[in-house]
């Protein structure tokens, strides 16, 4: 009797039923089943297409999706999970209309479309597809942060507060409208209020595993970090799996011991439980790897990466690690993802590991090709400039001259503060309120041998600090006039105006330092020093200087500094943001303290 096949709604209900199950290759031989009975089943061919995306299989999915889509041209999941698939493998151009013809009846569309666009720094499409959606008061929050981050990138963080603040208001006991809301105060670093509404939606029974992310995200730029990790685990009881939580819980631990057993802990557990989840796999090799242990994350993914048919996500995250190590198995893990998706993460590894390898020529070709969708990506100007650098290329030295491009500024004393050495002192002392004592250095960041705040001091209510951001606005002004209009990527964007885009104090300890890096999302980046060990402004070493020019990845071959600044208290420094930069490591007993931030252009003057 088990050999008769089931009528074919039934057989569907006992695939969805596996599905939720996690039996995902029993699901897969019944789909089998079922379209070799039911070949005009569209439902059927989408899953067992799925299905096969997700065993690796990029091309038998394909070829099933395209049944499905054949069959039936306006079936909206097919388009959906045809467009993924297509964005996937790089071929952007060929899904975005089938994911532009699905986002109007399907949100999960509308969000891989939107997110698609913000990533590729393009927030006035996302805003246009998710906000007709969200206007309807029922978007999935997932598609509320796409809408908020739209709205975010084009300086309209009010905006979305406004919006959201209506459904709120309309709905006072609705928790998904306080919920929505939470998550567009945050965005406007709004973060107090934020933790309200998002407590506000738990009390009223909105308890699913996102509202408690949102909640964790609020309170760690608070500080209240106890509080964060408590959020984050609450939330994963409920969604176990989900790797962006179990990523933040992970930094969140980091920050408290510095131990990287104990920061990926409950990622052990949680690959225990899904065993071969790549996701999960990739989301500890990233801690390992941002906690400064590149050869340990190398060592988790390695027997995945081996495999035939590991995703083009694992073979670039191990591609990450090797970058540090190994530039050579950087280059073949890029190659190999690139092949099976030519996505832009690929090719961006692969332009990295070329100049790793000492072949500039072939990463400046990916560089341009890269740079023509997204020329604003200040990470893929530093390749480029880089490559320039190892091919004499006099476009290095135009992009990158540092006499004219990193300007210094004495702070003048703000209003309500006798001199300037008195105001640098009430702004240390509101500075340090703000640095854990006991912490240690975020996860992914430049810095080594201190601390670094949490919360966007631009929009911090502090006295001190709200009078330094006004104090930044002559020089930033005079900068925009320095530099002047042009076709280069630094002045082409300069429309006479700015806005911050991120702010933030290190305090560098004894033996501190930056590693060379760059800011990708930003324009113009900057250093402002408050308080400096005794000596280090008149000192005749390098010790604790910003200096400029040497790659934060390996080059064939090494490529040293160009250009220093000496750091004095009061004093401001600006450049752009694709420039190689970081601090030279010091000794003293006393702290460095600094504060940074990030401007973009704002609307044109």
Known sequence: MSDIPLPLPDAMRQVGALLQAGDLHDAHDKLQAIVAGHPDCVEALRLLGGLRLGFGDGEGGEALL???????????????TLGELL????????????????????????????????????????????????????????????????????????????????????APTHPGAAHALAIALAAADRHRDAERMASHALAHGHRAA???????????????????????????????????????????????????????????????RF??????????????????DARGALACLAGAAEHPHASPTLLVRAGLAALDVDPAMARRLAGRALARSPTGTARN???????????????????????ADTPDD??????????????????????????????????????????????????RRSLERLHDPHGHPLLFQSLRHGT???????????????????????????????????????????????????????????????????????????????????????ATAPDGCLAFGEPGIATA?????????????????LFPSYVWHGTVPFRSEQARLTVAFDAVPGTPA
């Open 452 to 538: 670094e705040t949490t919360e966007d001091l631009a929009r911090h209510a502090d006295p001190a600090i709200q009078a330094l951001f006004k104090a930044f606005d002559a020089p930033i002004r005079d900068y925009l006039a320095h530099i002047g209009p042009g076709g280069d990527p630094l002045r082409r964007r300069n429309h006479g105006n700015y806005r911050y885009n991120g702010s933030w104090s290190v305090r560098l300890r004894d033996a501190g330092y930056h590693t060379s890096h760059v800011h990708p999302r930003g324009w113009i980046s900057s250093a402002f020093y408050v308080d400096l060990p005794d000596g280090m402004a008149a």
């Open 275 to 292: 065993a071969g989840n790549e996701a999960l796999l990739a989301a500890k090799a990233a801690i390992l790897q941002g906690a400064g």
């Open 87 to 170: 964005l996937n493998s790089g071929r952007a151009e060929e899904a975005e209309p089938l994911l532009r013809r699905a986002a109007t009846k399907l949100p999960q569309a509308a969000l891989l479309l939107a997110r698609h666009c913000n990533d590729r720094q393009r927030p006035a499409e996302a805003l246009a597809i998710a906000e007709p959606l969200c206007a309807t008061g029922r978007a999935p929050a997932e598609l509320v942060a796409q809408h908020v981050n739209a709205l975010a990138a084009l300086g309209r963080r009010d905006d979305a507060v406004a919006f959201y603040q209506r459904f709120a208001e309309a």
């Open 210 to 272: 996102g509202v408690h992310f949102t909640h964790a995200r609020s309170l760690v730029a608070l500080g209240e970090f106890a509080r964060a990790e408590a959020a984050l685990r609450d939330g994963l009881l409920q969604e176990p799996g989900n790797v962006e939580a179990h990523d933040h819980l992970a930094r969140l631990v980091w920050m408290r011991t510095g131990d990287r057993t104990q920061s990926t802990a409950l990622l052990d557990q949680a690959l225990q």
């Open 378 to 427: 200040q990470y893929l100007i530093a390749l480029q400039t880089t490559a320039w650098r190892l091919l004499g290329d006099a476009r290095h030295d135009a992009y990158c001259d540092y006499a004219q491009l990193v300007k210094t500024y004495h702070l003048q004393t703000p209003d309500g503060w006798p001199d300037l050495d008195g105001f640098l002192a009430d702004l």
């Open 66 to 80: 395209r049944r499905a889509l054949a069959l039936d041209p306006g079936w909206a999941p097919t388009l959906a």
């Open 557 to 573: 071959p090494p490529l040293s500094a160009l250009h220093a600044v000496r750091p004095e208290p009061g004093m401001l420094a």
């Open 349 to 371: 590894l692969l332009a990295a590991a070329l100049l790793g390898t000492g072949e500039p020529e072939q990463a400046l070709a990916h560089c341009e090709a890269l740079l």
